[in-house]
Every structure is written in C-alpha cells, then in structure tokens.
C-alpha cells in the first residue's frame, strides 16, 4: 500500500510553551523520534506547519490551508496535497510511537475504512491513523461548519478501530505539558 506520510507540527502548545515537534526527548527533538520510526516504512514524509524552525529537516513542509481549525485543519491541509489514496496522520508529540505498531496499522487497514486508528478501553489515538484521500469533502464540510472535534469526524466516516491492550497504550502517548515529559523521563529512568 503507498502511503505518504504526514506529521501534524501545528499548534498552538501553550501547555509546552514551546513548539512541540522540538522539545528534546533523550537530547533529540521528538519529530526526529517520530521520523526514525517511519523511515523503515517509507520516506515519503512531509510537515504541516508554518514554523521555520523545522527548515533544518529536508522534508517538504506545507502550511495550514485553513488557520486556526486545530488537527483536523492539519488533516484537511495534508489530504488536499496527497498524491497517495492512503495517508497515515501523525502528531508532532508522540516520541515513542515506533515501527512495530506504524507497520502495525498501515496492515491491518482496509480500502473500506476511510479512517483507522489504535484504541484501548481507555482512549482513541486519532492523531496516530490512516486518513484516505476519498474522505476529504467530509473533513472539507467538517470545517466549514466549524465542527473540529476528532471523535465527531470518526462518527461520520467509515472507520475502522484496532483494538490494543492498555498496556500498548505508553508509545502512544502524546506529550502535551512539560510536567507529561517530566513524567515520561521519570518512567524511562
């Protein structure tokens, strides 16, 4: 299955009060984290983001189309530029998700589904999906009528959820404040 892979860098992170994709993990910004998971898979990435702070890395970075619409702005910025039916979506925040469950997703995805994702008893991980190109006019009137919620887009597409154990749920975990990275350094340790 050819995938484009797209990682979602905007953001306001007032909870970080930095950009997100940089804050360092084990003295490496998380995108790189990120980037080193999917390289295995394929190298067709790109960044969502308007930021020059990511100019460092060679990867085509694309802004926002619609400012201000949060993840699903991002997901309808990365749809409208894919050239692939089936784009695996991914948070700037995640610096522990790996290949094993990248690869995971992307086979267990089928055409039916315009949407798949991880979920374990406790939460959904929409930020870490398959998102195809055919769902588009969906995201396109989503933002329109200003409904940005994740889980009221899933409620409108064809989805598919792969069920993981709570356990599985640490290298999906995203990081969103610097007491969650603290957190995360302390588990680690």
């Known amino acids: 299955m050819k995938t484009t892979v797209f990682i979602l860098c905007g953001g306001k992170s007032s909870r970080m009060e930095s950009e997100k994709g940089l804050v360092l993990f ?32 060679q990867y085509e970075k694309i802004p926002d ?32 998700i790996s290949t094993e469950l990248l690869t995971e997703l992307i086979s267990k995805h089928t055409d039916e589904a315009g949407i798949t994702v991880f979920a374990s ?3 959904i991980h929409p930020l870490i999906g398959i998102y195809s ?9 989503a933002i329109e009528a200003d409904e940005l919620k994740m889980m009221d887009l899933l409620a409108k597409v064809p989805h598919q959820i792969i069920r993981i154990e709570e ?17 995360l350094n302390i588990n680690l340790s």
């Open 121 to 123: 008893e406790s939460r």
């Open 133 to 141: 190109k055919k769902i588009l006019p969906i995201v396109k009137s």
């Open 26 to 57: 084990q003295e490496k910004p998380f995108i790189e984290h990120i980037i080193q998971a999917i390289l295995p898979i394929t190298d067709q990435i790109k960044l969502i983001t308007t930021s020059k702070e990511y100019d460092y890395l």
């Open 167 to 183: 356990s599985e749920n640490f290298p999906l975990t995203n990081i969103n404040s610097a007491d969650e990275l603290n957190d």
């Open 65 to 96: 189309l619609v400012l201000d619409k949060g993840p699903l702005g991002g997901i309808y910025t990365a749809l409208s530029h894919t050239e692939t039916d089936f784009n695996l979506i991914l948070s700037c925040d995640i610096p522990l």
